[in-house]
């Protein structure tokens, strides 16, 4: 082998393996794409709020089931006495555990904020989806009825209608009766805009049913806006139903939810502040967890909130 061959050979080694372009001159070299980073479905403080929330839900479902108390024992020897070992959140004036009464408070009004808002979320989805798709008469009389009841003073109609019911099962149906209207509104305006899609047009012309449309390829393409909604609308139904508690026209006796408690003890804050912050503290967490979830969803959700990554 000449030297200068070998001068070569040994540069080529020591360089390392080199670009396709240098060696095949005919061959571009590949060019690297950088992937774009997808985003968090959860912002920091989405997170907290999720984290916030699976605690106060876990503590109501387990909490009552661990606590040697229940909501119709008494301790007649602890009348409304402060927190101890034997009563971590005191007592009530008639004996009773605070600390079961809250978290079965807590539990209550989280039943009812969810079934409230799902309904009402579903039944706005219905109306809304229907009214924007068929247009006309339809859509005329949906909305005529939509205006209809945002003008009523719901929060008078649900105090009087629930004031003579004992089951809160009553109370659900009230609220979410008064609750969808504006979602609905929104719905309307997105499936407007739907209707004209392909997919909607591709459907129509295979002559797939109009209701099995709206049903089927209408409503499940709104599912990001009604799921960011159902999650604002869990906070809204909680403070109505904490709003009427405590004003005695939601949960009653033998139930308790977090507005009854809230009432119970507004007597009794200022000198015996256990039988009233509790509830109040759990409330205040509560909303707040339920409205970081539901802000950070619908700012994730809605391109025109969406901040810039």
């Known amino acids: 082998m000449s030297t200068r061959l070998w001068g070569r050979f040994t540069a080529r080694a020591t360089a390392g393996p080199q670009p396709a372009a240098s060696r095949f001159p005919g061959i571009s070299a590949p060019v690297e794409t950088r992937q774009e980073k997808r985003p968090r479905m959860f912002s920091a403080t989405g997170i907290a709020g999720l984290a916030l929330l699976s605690f106060l839900a876990a503590l109501a479902v387990l909490g009552p089931i661990l606590i040697p108390w229940t909501s119709s024992d008494r301790d007649f020897e602890a009348f409304l006495q402060p927190p101890s070992a034997n009563h971590p959140f005191g007592t009530t004036a008639s004996g009773g555990d605070i600390l079961v009464l809250t978290l079965l408070g807590l539990r209550k009004s989280l039943i009812i ?135 005695g026209f939601g949960v009653v006796p033998p139930d308790v939810s977090l507005g009854s408690l809230i009432a119970d003890g507004a007597p009794t804050a200022l000198y015996a502040p256990w039988t009233f912050w509790w509830a109040a503290g759990l409330l205040i967490a509560l909303i707040v967890a339920v409205n970081l979830v539901g802000d950070d969803l619908r700012d994730r959700f809605d391109p025109a909130l969406r901040a810039p990554e």
């Open 113 to 247: 904020g969810l079934v409230v808002a799902v309904a009402a979320t579903a039944l706005a989805a219905l109306v809304g989806a229907f009214a924007g798709y068929f247009l006309g008469w339809v859509d005329r009389t949906l909305m005529w009825v939509t205006d209809l009841l945002l003008v009523i003073p719901a929060f008078l109609v649900v105090a009087v209608v629930s004031s003579g019911q004992e089951q809160w099962i009553a109370l659900v149906v009230l609220l979410a009766a008064f609750m969808w209207m504006v979602t609905a509104k929104a719905v309307r305006g997105v499936t407007i805009v739907m209707r004209d899609r392909e997919y909607v047009k591709a459907a129509r012309f295979m002559g797939v049913p109009a209701h099995r449309i709206v049903l089927r390829h209408v409503i499940p393409n709104l599912a990001s806006l009604l799921i960011a909604d159902a999650t604002v609308n869990v906070s809204a139904a909680i403070l109505a139903e904490t709003t009427l508690s405590y004003f």
